[in-house]
């Protein structure tokens, strides 16, 4: 069923396509979303963003 679903949302896009206004801002978040990345993997993440792990808890 979920085949079905995705193909009557593609029918429903070819015959109204959405506005330029709507693809440029979606172009627009994707691109802020790899600069985000790619800031992250060159420069690094600041200290208070770290995730630090929990001290493992021994059972004695």
């Known amino acids: ?5 995705w193909m009557l ?4 896009w070819a015959q109204h396509p959405p506005s330029a206004k709507r ?3 979606t172009f627009a978040i994707i691109a802020a979303c ?3 990345y790619a800031v992250e ?3 690094g993440l600041p ?3 770290q995730v ?3 001290a493992k808890v021994r059972l004695q």
């Open 1 to 5: 069923m979920n085949q079905m679903r």
């Open 9 to 12: 949302r593609a029918k429903r």
């Open 23 to 25: 693809v440029k801002f």
């Open 34 to 36: 790899i600069a985000l």
């Open 41 to 43: 993997k060159t420069i």
């Open 47 to 49: 200290d208070w963003m």
């Open 52 to 54: 630090e792990r929990p």
